[in-house]
């Protein structure tokens, strides 16, 4: 949800005001892409990591505050809900060693959140969705963070919709729910991956990273059920499209694109997805007396729209930089699968790049149907590949994306890729991905703090969902 802002409040005025900074910003930005100043060797990697907290009877345990103030660590943030935190992991430069430095990060890191959480008698756990969340932890007044910019987000979603949030995911179940606040965002917790680019691989990586978004929601499927209910394999992907959808009913009926979307299309530049920000009015219009060389109004406003994969232009003692946020990933089972989708992901990327005429053969709202169908099916969704060949996703990717993952890691120069591809590899031929395992526990027990006590139980020793003991 990006940065702290300063005030309880926004004016007209305000909105009129940032709006204004926004322009010259935009112009800067344009001249930046004129001039092509951007850095065009530097490669670097960070992540986010985000996480639930749950009480000894596996239910959801509101004290992030608690939490977060023990550890004392400014790598850690709070989440819009009080039972979620987030871990803001180091950046990395891409060398040889950068998915054991990244790996050596992430368990650190984790480690302290977890012994912090164990002093306020509350557990960890890596959900895309916990699966013992309730209709009454929605309550905003009970369960909502207290940062200034959750509440402003909240009213501005509801001031700009004109009525309700109404969420309806149609998948083995039926759900149904209308919410008159930001809080169904609480449901999904995810992994973002960020990947720096250098300047001319930047519209290539932007379509790799489309069809590997598709391929990693097959493998990292780990949100099947919401509220109880069995939904899609991947449920974060129409909670989120639709818990922060600012449309009002005209706009849907006009078809605007919501704020969460996969794209609009394929591109020649990014330019044209910062220039698409201009279709979405300003949720948090903070003004800051600063340079517009700093574009804080231009990347505060980018922070509000939350593509799947989402451009990013940074500024690093006064080089700028493009970089990619992968989004689609949900947290969890393991941190070992965690670190596995991580670098499927960016290995998929990077070999995926390797061909770029493939990366817009197929018609983009061919790849879009597909995401959303993968979203919904998993590993057993038909879909295209972008090679032109059509099949399951299970053999899609065994056959095609794993082998370019690996090309794309050996071309990274990664050392021994092998542990973590080797668990992507035996998750698809199993099948037994983190929403199978949920599921199978469902059919045998349908007690849903029961079924997080014995994820977190499996999850303790770092053993990959796929080796999980067998409860069907």
Excluded at 23 to 33: A, H, I, P, W, Y
Excluded at 61 to 80: I, K
Excluded at 147 to 173: A, N, S
Aim: charged share 25%.
């Amino acid at each position: 949800m990006g940065d702290e802002v300063n005030k309880d409040h926004f004016e007209e005025k305000d909105y009129e005001l940032f709006l204004q900074k926004l322009d010259e910003e935009m112009d800067f930005v344009r001249q930046l892409f004129r001039d092509q100043q951007f850095d065009n060797q530097t490669r670097k990697l960070g992540y986010e990591l985000e996480l639930c907290l749950v009480d000894g009877d596996g239910a959801p345990a509101p004290c992030n505050q608690e939490v977060l103030d023990s550890a004392n660590n400014p790598l850690f943030t709070y989440e819009l809900a009080k039972f979620n935190l987030e871990i803001n992991g180091n950046v990395f430069d891409v060398t040889s060693e950068l998915f054991e430095r990244v790996d050596a990060d992430l368990k650190s890191l984790y480690s302290q959140v977890e012994q912090s959480a164990k002093g306020c008698s509350v557990q960890t756990g890596l959900f895309g969705v916990l699966p013992s969340l309730e209709k009454k932890h929605l309550d905003g007044e009970l369960y909502m963070s207290g940062l200034h910019r959750y509440h402003l987000l909240d009213r501005r979603l509801i001031e700009m919709r004109q009525r309700p949030v109404h969420m309806e995911i149609h998948g083995e179940d039926d759900l149904l729910l209308d919410q008159n606040d930001v809080m169904l965002e609480a449901l999904s917790t995810s992994l973002q991956t960020h990947l720096q680019v250098p300047f001319d691989e930047a519209v290539d990586s932007y379509h790799a990273a489309l069809w590997a978004s598709m391929a990693v929601l097959a493998v990292g499927a780990n949100s099947p059920l919401v509220l109880g209910k069995k939904c899609w394999q991947e449920s974060r992907i129409a909670i989120f499209k639709q818990a922060v959808d600012t449309r009002n009913e005209q706009e849907v009926h006009d078809a605007i694109i919501p704020r969460v979307h996969f794209g609009k299309g394929y591109i020649d530049s990014w330019l044209e997805l910062f220039e698409d920000n201009s279709y979405y009015s300003p949720i948090l219009p903070e003004t800051k007396d600063c340079a517009i060389d700093k574009l804080h109004h231009f990347n505060m406003h980018n922070g509000t729209i939350w593509r799947w994969v989402r451009p990013i232009l940074g500024c690093v003692d006064g080089i700028y930089h493009l970089r990619l946020e992968l989004r689609v990933t949900p947290s969890g089972p393991t941190l070992i699968d965690t670190m596995a989708n991580m670098v499927f992901s960016v290995g998929l990327l990077e070999g995926l790049k390797q061909s770029p005429e493939d990366l817009t053969r197929i018609p983009f709202e061919v790849l879009e149907q597909d995401f959303y169908r993968v979203a919904r099916q998993g590993l057993e969704a038909r879909v295209n590949w972008c090679n032109g060949e059509m099949d399951s996703m299970q053999k899609l990717l065994l056959n095609h994306a794993i082998p370019v993952a690996a090309t794309g890691l050996a071309k990274m120069g990664i050392e021994s890729p092998e542990k973590w591809l080797d668990i992507i590899q035996a998750r698809v031929t199993s099948g037994r991905t983190g929403a199978d395992w949920i599921l199978s526990f469902r059919k045998k027990n349908e007690d849903m703090n029961a079924l997080v006590k014995a994820y977190l139980d499996n999850a303790r020793n770092d053993t990959p969902v796929h080796l999980w003991p067998g409860v069907s």
